[in-house]
């Protein structure tokens, strides 16, 4: 249903998702560094599964948009585009939070851990806006059933994500040891991060396809 060259635009958007520091990876490596990588594994767990409501209120919203609406393809891709503008600057823009920072949490019981893992990502306004602004780009309702598209995009978003994170919890004090003294690096990573994210929009906006098309 996917060409290779949508799954690698689409994995590199997913990518870049994890890697923007976020309330999940921010919550889920704070949990590492304070209650050790047990905590963060299972904080991730609930993280993951909270993916999957955002990928179905998704689905079955943009499945409903996109029958009942046509039309309004380009509007939601637009809307895509200028939303990963936003976040570009967020990226580059100073004063932006560390994941890697130190926090003092509370010790918590698994099942906790595991509630606010799946709270944090289910309130995470980012995780939303990107099934929104980036499924609209790859669904093609003249392959087949625009449920099953989204699904397999659903599945690459989650696994890249899961496995991103899981590097970044079992590394966590280690990548805190190494950025702490490097704060140039930590600046040039946000200023390809910002360039990778307008490129995106950029591509998106100038996309020409249309929905039924």
Same mark, same amino acid.
């Given at each position: ?6 799954l690698a635009? #689409? ?6 998702l $994890? *890697?923007? %520091?976020?309330?999940? /990876?921010? +919550? ?5 560094l304070?209650?050790?990588r ?5 904080s ?8 999957l ?14 029958a009942?609406?046509?039309f309004?393809?380009?509007a939601v ?7 990963l503008?936003w976040?570009?600057w967020?990226a ?7 994941p ?6 509370p010790?918590?019981?698994?099942a906790?851990? #595991?509630?606010?893992?799946?709270l944090?990502n $289910? *309130?995470? %306004?980012?995780v939303a /806006?990107? +099934?929104?602004?980036f ?15 989204s699904?397999?995009l659903?599945?690459?978003?989650i696994?890249?994500s899961g496995?991103?994170?899981?590097m970044l ?17 930590l600046?040039?990573?946000?200023y390809v991060?910002?360039s990778v994210?307008?490129?995106?929009a ?12």
């Amino acid at each position: 249903m996917l060409t290779a060259a949508e799954l690698a635009w #689409f994995s590199l958007a997913s990518l870049l998702l $994890v *890697l923007t %520091p976020g309330p999940n /990876m921010i +919550y889920c490596v704070s949990r590492a560094l304070c209650q050790g990588r047990g905590a963060g594994i299972v904080s991730l767990a609930g993280v993951l599964v909270g993916f999957l409501v955002h990928l179905v209120a998704a689905t079955l919203g943009l499945t409903a948009l996109l029958a009942a609406v046509p039309f309004a393809f380009d509007a939601v891709r637009l809307a895509g585009a200028a939303y990963l503008l936003w976040m570009a600057w967020q990226a580059v823009k100073p004063g932006g939070q560390a994941p890697f920072a130190a926090r003092t949490l509370p010790i918590d019981p698994p099942a906790k851990l #595991f509630r606010m893992g799946f709270l944090t990502n $289910v *309130l995470n %306004p980012k995780v939303a /806006m990107f +099934y929104l602004s980036f499924f609209p780009q790859f669904l093609h309702p003249e392959r087949g059933s625009v449920l099953w598209q989204s699904a397999a995009l659903g599945a690459i978003q989650i696994s890249v994500s899961g496995l991103v994170n899981l590097m970044l919890v079992l590394g966590a004090a280690s990548i805190t040891a190494v950025l702490s003294r490097s704060e140039g690096w930590l600046r040039a990573q946000r200023y390809v991060m910002g360039s990778v994210l307008a490129l995106l929009a950029v591509r998106i906006a100038v996309d020409t396809r249309k929905a039924g098309a």
